[in-house]
């Protein structure tokens, strides 16, 4: 059984630049949440998506958008860099109606110079 | 409020011994509280989690206990090993309109000494 995966692993961008980061969710979820992991710190809640459709969102400006698609992986872009957006970014994956009880995936290490 | 306060920051026990981390939260409309492990470099990993209905939880070596009306809860490790060393989050949830948003610690970075 596959757990949650993300890609790519690593990657290195500059001040202004996008950048689209990629999720597919545990066998068997509907539900894909994404967090901000800065160093030292716990992961920030960004959004959530359900049925193709942004459910829920944190305290993110409008720079940080998603999708998901039918197969329910997911996307997160984040628009006009700035070096304070260097983290970690996790996936998290759930069913929904148990939507808390999230797995989450090894993350990509986004580092912006 | 929506903080979850975790304690210690960092915390050294021996082999054999037992961890204990802590967690207050503010929110009475949280409840759901997992506790995560995450290793240097991997995504947190979902350890144990409880629900308020219950004060206490066991899974091997790793005990959630709950105190409602103090808004606490704690996790404990018993005979700790070197490979638990890690860092712990605690985490908070409702299931009401802000379902599936976890609300984490900042983390307790855990070292077992042999």
């Known amino acids: 059984d596959a757990g949650v995966t993300q890609s790519p692993t690593h990657l290195i961008k500059t001040r202004g630049q996008q950048v689209t980061l990629r999720c597919s969710p545990k066998s068997g979820h509907d539900t894909v949440s994404w967090y901000q992991q800065a160093l030292g710190q716990g992961p920030q809640f960004i959004f959530q998506?359900?049925?193709?459709?942004?459910?829920q969102r944190g305290n993110f400006p409008d720079r940080f958008s998603g999708h998901q698609f039918p197969n329910y992986s997911s996307e997160l872009n984040v628009n006009a860099l700035l070096l304070g957006d260097s983290a970690l970014y996790l996936c998290?994956?759930?069913?929904?109606?148990?939507?808390?009880?999230?797995?989450f995936g090894p993350g990509t290490r986004l580092t912006v110079t | 409020q929506q903080q979850v306060k975790q304690s210690p920051q960092s915390l050294i026990v021996q082999k054999g011994g037992i961890s204990i981390i802590n967690c207050a939260y503010e929110?009475?409309?949280?409840?759901?509280f997992p506790w995560y492990q995450q290793f240097p470099g991997k995504g947190p990993a979902l350890l144990i989690a409880?629900?308020?209905?219950?004060s206490e939880k066991k899974e091997g070596r790793f005990t959630i206990s709950f105190n409602k009306s103090a808004k606490q809860f704690s996790l404990h490790i018993m005979d700790s090993q070197p490979g638990d060393s890690a860092t712990y989050f605690c985490a908070a949830s409702s299931s009401g309109g802000s379902q599936g948003n976890l609300i984490f610690g900042k983390g307790t970075k855990l070292s077992v000494k042999p």
């Open positions: 929110n009475t409309a949280f409840d759901y």
């Open positions: 998506y359900y049925e193709e459709e942004e459910r």
């Open positions: 409880i629900r308020p209905d219950v």
């Open positions: 998290a994956s759930s069913r929904q109606g148990i939507s808390n009880e999230q797995y």
